[in-house]
């Protein structure tokens, strides 16, 4: 069965500083990849998923993240963060053994908490 | 935009009750899922349906059920609510199609039950 670890529970950022947010999954073979984030009471948004060719991928709100098979990491960066990007972020990894039925596993969570 | 409702943002209910969270989403969508947050636990699967009258047992389905009579909709039951229920509850949706394997989430039910 496949898993997701986000090491980091709560990351504090300047505004204006870069951002990386960690994700490690398990998973046997290719995973689908996303990044979700929730911003406070409010559902889950799709900020950047991957399912295969270039490992670097672009999402929205300026976010981008890299795709290495040798770590089994798929962590989610942003150059310059902005006051509004205070939030939780979700990694997850998508499986299924028959097209139709696929589940996501999601990690745990890293809130995001920005300073001036 | 594919949008997904859910009946209530917050509800109160006492021990014992049955609750009733429904959702209902405006794509057409196949399948559709609930999953409780709780915090330092992520998101966990509770239920999914992958098509109408068809359903499938998530990683803590213990004490729910589920009812999809209609696509759109897609309903989880509590047959007799507990205090450790207490969490809040996601509805998603998702299209068969390749390549489109990403959810979208409504924006969640906060359930207390005392």
């Known amino acids: 069965a496949q898993s997701v670890t986000q090491p980091d529970i709560h990351i504090t950022v300047s505004e204006g500083a870069s951002l990386e947010l960690r994700c490690n999954y398990s998973y046997g073979a290719t995973p689908y990849l996303f990044w979700y984030v929730q911003s406070p009471g409010q559902g889950l948004q799709l900020l950047l998923k991957?399912?295969?060719?270039?490992?670097l991928v672009q999402g929205i709100k300026g976010f981008e993240a890299e795709f290495k098979r040798s770590q089994s990491s798929f962590n989610l960066r942003k150059p310059s963060v902005h006051w509004s990007d205070a939030a939780e972020y979700f990694c997850?990894?998508?499986?299924?053994?028959?097209?139709?039925?696929?589940?996501?596993?999601f990690g745990t969570g890293t809130r995001l908490t920005i300073i001036p | 935009d594919v949008k997904v409702t859910q009946s209530s943002r917050y509800l109160v209910k006492r021990t014992g009750e049955k609750v009733f969270l429904e959702c209902v989403q405006d794509m057409d969508h196949e399948n559709m899922f609930w999953y409780r947050q709780d915090p330092g636990l992520g998101l966990r699967l509770i239920y999914f349906s992958y098509d109408v009258k068809m359903k499938e047992k998530g990683d803590i389905p213990e004490g729910y059920s589920v009812s999809r009579e209609k696509k759109e909709r897609f309903s989880l039951i509590l047959e007799s609510a507990s205090t450790n229920q207490t969490s809040m509850y996601l509805c998603?949706?998702?299209?068969?199609?390749?390549?489109?394997?990403?959810?979208?989430f409504g924006p969640g039910t906060r359930l207390t039950v005392t």
């Open positions: 991957y399912f295969s060719g270039d490992t």
């Open positions: 998603a949706s998702r299209g068969v199609l390749l390549f489109t394997y990403e959810q979208y």
């Open positions: 997850a990894v998508g499986a299924g053994s028959n097209f139709g039925n696929e589940k996501l596993t």
